[in-house]
C-alpha cells in the first residue's frame, strides 16, 4: 500500500489533524499570541502529525503489502497465509491471528477431505478387485457351457465389467495420488491392443476396423503415456464409436471405425504427435459438441441411445489431463466422430518424474 493510499484510507483522522491545525491558527492570536509563536505552533504540530503517520505507515508497510499478495491469489495461498510474518502492533495482531485460524480451519478441511477421498478410493478399488472374481467365474461357466445357452449372457457380463472398470477410473481421475507410470510406447501397439480387448463387442456390431493410418512410420511414433490408462482411454473411444455407430439399414453405409498417427510440427519446439480415433456414426450435434467432455453431460445422443452415463468422455479427458496430454473432438452430425489425443513428443526425465514416472500404481 502507497502512502497516499494509505492516507485516503485514514481519510477521517486526516480531516482532524487539518481541523485541529484550523482551529489552533484562530484561537491563539486572540489570546495574545503574536504571529511567529503561532506559526511555529502550527509547524510543529503538523509535522509532529505527519511524522506520526510515515511511522504507522512503514510499521505496517510490510505486513499489508503480504495481506495484498494473499488477496491476489495463487496456487500457493494457504502456504503464504500460514508463513505470513506477526506485525508488532494490535491490529496487525489480530488480523495475523485471525488468518493463522482461518489457514488452520483450511488445513484440517484439505486433511479430512483428503482422507475421505483416499478411503473413497481405496473402497471402489477393493470392490472393483471383489466384482471381478464372480466376472471370471461366469465367464469361466460360459466357456465350459457345451449347450451354448449361456453365451448370451457374455456380452451383459461384457458390459458389466466396461462398468466396473469405470468405476475404478473415475475413482483414480479424483484422486490426489500420482498412481500412473509414464512409458515411451508405439501408437500401433497400443491401438491394437485397445481393439483386441474390445474385438468381441466390434464384432457382434458389425464394425470395420481401419488401421491403414498407423502403417509404416506412423505405427512405429514414439509417445509417451501410461499403457494400461491409455488402453482404458482407447476403450472407451471404441465404446463410443460402438454405441453411437452407424446402422446400414437406416444410413446406408457400413459402420466403420479409424485410427491414425501423425507428427506435427517437426523439428519445433512445439513438435508432438496426434492419435487420432474416428467413426462414421451419428455424429454430435453443434450444440453439444462443446460440452461433451463435461461430467454427466450425454446431449442429445444420450437421449435417443440408451445406456449412456455421460461419464467415457469426461473419464478420457481426466486421465489425459493427468498425464499431460491433450485431447480435442470435432463432429458433423450424420457424418461422423473424430477424437484426437495429443501427445508432446519430448519428454525430459524431470517431466516424466513430476507427471508420475516413479509413482505407484
Known amino acids: 500500500m502507497s502512502f497516499f493510499a494509505y492516507l485516503r484510507s485514514h481519510i477521517v483522522r486526516v480531516a482532524c489533524y487539518l481541523g485541529t491545525l484550523i482551529l489552533l491558527g484562530m484561537l491563539l492570536p486572540p489570546m495574545g499570541v503574536t504571529h511567529d509563536a503561532v506559526l511555529l505552533v502550527l509547524i510543529l504540530v503538523a509535522l509532529l502529525g505527519f511524522v506520526g503517520f510515515i511511522w504507522e505507515w512503514l510499521r505496517g508497510r510490510a505486513f499489508l503489502h503480504a495481506l495484498a499478495e494473499i488477496a491476489d491469489g495463487g496456487d500457493d495461498t494457504l502456504t503464504r497465509a500460514t508463513n505470513l510474518a506477526e506485525p508488532d502492533y494490535p ?15 483450511a488445513r484440517q478441511e484439505a486433511a479430512s477431505s483428503n ?12 470392490w472393483v478387485h471383489e466384482a471381478k472374481t464372480p466376472l471370471a467365474a461366469a465367464r469361466l461357466m460360459i466357456a465350459n457351457d457345451q449347450t451354448g445357452e449361456l453365451r448370451p449372457f457374455s456380452r451383459e457380463l461384457d458390459r458389466i465389467d466396461a462398468c466396473v472398470e469405470q468405476a475404478l477410473y473415475f475413482a483414480r481421475s479424483s484422486s490426489v495420488e500420482q498412481d500412473y507410470l509414464i512409458r515411451s510406447c508405439q501408437a500401433k501397439a497400443l491401438v491394437t491392443g485397445a481393439v483386441k480387448s474390445r474385438a468381441r463387442a466390434l464384432i457382434e456390431a458389425g464394425m470395420g476396423i481401419d488401421l491403414a493410418g498407423l502403417e509404416g512410420d506412423a505405427g512405429s511414433l514414439e509417445i509417451f503415456c501410461d499403457p494400461k490408462w491409455m488402453d482404458f482411454i482407447l476403450g472407451q473411444l471404441i465404446d463410443n464409436a460402438i454405441r453411437y455407430r452407424a446402422v446400414p439399414s437406416e444410413d446406408g453405409r457400413k459402420p466403420q471405425l479409424s485410427f491414425a498417427a501423425e507428427l506435427r510440427d517437426e523439428g519445433t519446439a512445439a513438435e508432438k504427435v496426434v492419435l487420432s480415433v474416428a467413426d462414421n456414426g451419428c455424429g454430435i450435434a453443434a450444440a453439444d459438441l462443446p460440452r461433451i467432455f463435461e461430467r454427466g453431460f450425454t446431449g442429445m445422443n444420450g437421449r435417443t441411445h440408451g445406456h449412456s452415463t455421460g461419464m467415457g468422455l469426461y473419464l478420457v479427458r481426466s486421465l489425459c489431463e493427468k498425464m499431460g496430454l491433450s485431447v480435442v473432438a470435432s463432429s458433423e452430425e450424420g457424418v461422423g466422430t473424430a477424437i484426437s489425443i495429443i501427445f508432446p513428443r519430448e519428454r525430459s526425465h524431470e ?11
Open 91 to 105: 491490529e496487525g495482531e489480530l488480523t495475523w491471528q485471525a488468518m493463522q485460524e482461518v489457514a488452520r480451519s
Open 115 to 126: 482422507a475421505a477421498m483416499k478411503s473413497y478410493r481405496d473402497y471402489i478399488e477393493t
Open 351 to 361: 517431466e516424466l518424474r513430476s507427471d508420475g514416472v516413479d509413482g505407484e500404481r
